[in-house]
């Protein structure tokens, strides 16, 4: 009888033996399926952080779309807001990282180019857009859009009288040869202070405006380059600056072509960078001679990459 229960015994351990040996292998497998899932969890929450621009647009803008996929291509997430839309509900912009100005005649330029917009903006969205900025956000003016930057006076942004409101220190005048040019230009970064740019890049791209020869007091001038505002030049293709008509395409003081104000977060230019996305636009494209990746989306992709770092 005796020798019996140890049998019944010594079986007994030896089937819960294998019933232990298979729940330690479940938990195993339990424990490494909870990795991937976390890493997804982990992935899935860093995708949330989509960067959203606003691309406001009005009567008479004509490069939103192009402007807007620009940014797409690096993944950003547009919104196309009608001017009038934004104005009535500036909390669009507080739920946004940027804001793009597109090039065209906002509002028919009947007043002058970018006038209504920009005294718009600079009497309603002024506090918006500096609190934008102020969360690392960005705000970009294309052509008329930096005409628009100009009326508002958050370029250069400076205010002198301490009321709060950005002086108008530069303006954007009719080009020198008093027509509208339409030609491929050149253009080098100037700055170390701007998100959208990289010192000593080249950028080539069309510029498309009559009035887009910058002046300012030579007091203005030297107050820019010496905070390194200064962000775009117009150069010869073969590097020459001073750069004589047509290179420098309106005559605009010291070859200005873009500015950038003292965070280096807003950026004006007159040039069309949008316009040169794709290989074939630039015209070097059936010379054999256009790099392969297009210039014009350097202050695109340069933008994006601030916006994912400061808001990832």
């Known amino acids: 009888m005796a020798a019996r229960a140890t049998t019944k015994k010594k079986s007994s351990k030896k089937k819960a033996a294998p019933r ?3 729940a330690r292998k479940k938990a195993a497998r339990k424990k490494v399926a909870k990795k991937p899932a976390a890493k997804r969890k982990a ?12 691309v406001v647009r009005a009567p008479g803008t004509n490069c939103d779309q192009e402007t807007g996929y620009a940014f797409e291509r690096f993944g950003a997430q547009i919104k196309h807001l009608h001017a009038n839309a934004l104005l009535d509900n500036p909390k669009e912009l507080s739920r946004a990282h940027g804001l793009v100005i597109p090039g065209g005649f906002s509002f028919g330029d009947d007043l002058g180019a970018g006038t ?13 857009l500096r609190r934008l900025v102020d969360k690392g956000g960005i705000v970009l003016g294309i052509c008329n859009g930096f005409q628009v930057l100009v009326k508002t006076g958050l370029l250069p942004g400076y205010d002198e009288t301490g ?3 950005p002086n108008r220190t530069v303006a954007l005048a009719s080009n020198l040869q008093n027509r509208y040019e339409d030609r491929w230009i ?9 998100v959208f740019l990289k010192h000593g890049d080249t950028i080539h791209c069309p510029v498309a405006h009559a009035e887009g020869r910058l002046v300012c007091s030579e007091p ?25 008509f047509p290179h420098n395409p309106n005559g605009s003081l010291d070859d200005i072509a873009g500015i950038t104000d003292p965070t280096g977060r ?3 230019l007159m040039p069309h960078p949008e316009r040169n996305q794709f290989a074939w636009q ?11 990746k297009p210039e014009g989306l350097k202050p695109f992709e340069n933008a994006m990459k601030h916006l994912k770092k400061t808001f990832s």
Do not use: C, E
Not at 116 to 128: C, I, N
């Open 20 to 22: 232990k040996k298979a």
């Open 43 to 54: 992935a899935a929450g860093r995708a949330a952080k989509t960067i959203r621009i606003v």
């Open 116 to 128: 209504v917009l920009g005294t718009a903006m600079r009497t309603r969205l002024l506090d918006p």
């Open 163 to 165: 009321d709060g409101m």
């Open 186 to 194: 050149t253009l080098k970064a100037v700055t170390s202070n701007s």
């Open 220 to 244: 203005t001038l030297d107050r820019m380059s010496a905070a390194d505002q200064i962000a775009l030049r117009y150069i010869a293709p073969d590097g020459q600056s001073p750069a004589p």
């Open 266 to 268: 807003i950026l004006g």
């Open 282 to 292: 630039d015209p070097r494209f059936h010379r054999g001679t256009a790099p392969r």
